[in-house]
């Protein structure tokens, strides 16, 4: 395995203090903590000493600090909207954080709030996935095979007609016969500084999946969301 030199990645925990789907999102309690403890809990597990938090809000700024995050700058209204990608938020914060520990970092790891169920060790593992490969790759994301498929049984509705989102010449009749599709599981992201300096998407360059399973791949959107993983987080405890 190739050696991880923590030295070389700035570790980020994005959090609005607002979201569209529920309010403060990143605030809601799982086992009387706070969604965003997970995260920064992931990184101090992994002596991930350069971090930083990167929110528009005041109180999960100094809740941030309070659990142990580093805590610089707080984010512009520009990049604070429901509409601005992830990947311009992580090049703010790329820019800042290296102005601020001044130093320059190859790597830039991202801890989604809106996965308490994965571990500190997931983490762990997670970097360890990556570096084996590292020089092939421009970044690695998590994932996991999609339950529905667009070639087969995810539909488009049009004029009282249904038909597959995606088809191929010869129809595909099984799901076993569709191309395998994967879900974006938004849990952990690691990237190189350079590709996300001049990416203009996150998936525009060679990328690798980080497979997770079906109880570690729920993303808290909505309340049914949160119910189910404070349920699967009681229940691993």
């Not at 992994?46 to 999960?60: A, G, P, Q, R, V």
């Not at 909207?81 to 311009?88: A, T």
Request: aromatic share 12%; proline share 3%; glycine share 2%.
């Amino acid at each position: 395995m190739k050696t991880i030199d923590k030295k070389e990645i700035i570790a980020l925990v994005c959090a609005r203090g607002n979201s569209k789907g529920i309010k403060y999102k990143n605030l809601l309690k799982i086992n009387k903590m706070p969604l965003i403890y997970f995260a920064i809990n992931k990184i101090l597990k992994n002596k991930l000493n350069y971090n930083c938090i990167s929110t528009d809000n005041k109180k999960i700024y100094r809740i941030s600090k309070k659990f142990g995050l580093k805590g610089f700058f707080l984010r512009p209204k520009n990049l604070s909207g429901p509409n601005i990608s992830k990947l311009e938020v992580w090049k703010h914060a790329l820019n800042v954080s290296e102005k601020f520990y001044n130093k320059k970092f190859k790597y830039l790891l991202d801890i989604e709030v809106t996965n308490p169920l994965t571990s500190p060790k997931d983490l762990n593992k997670f970097i360890c996935k990556y570096f084996e490969t590292k020089d092939a790759f421009d970044g690695m994301f998590c994932a996991r095979k999609s339950w529905k498929n667009p070639y087969f049984n995810i539909l488009e509705k049009s004029h009282k007609k249904f038909s597959v989102s995606k088809s191929l010449k010869n129809k595909i009749v099984s799901r076993q016969k569709a191309p395998a599709t994967y879900d974006h599981i938004a849990a952990m992201y690691i990237f190189k500084s350079s590709y996300i300096r001049k990416a203009k998407h996150i998936f525009d360059g060679k990328l690798k999946h980080y497979e997770l399973p079906l109880n570690k791949s729920i993303d808290i959107d909505s309340i049914e969301d949160y119910e189910l993983v404070k349920k699967i987080f009681d229940k691993n405890v």
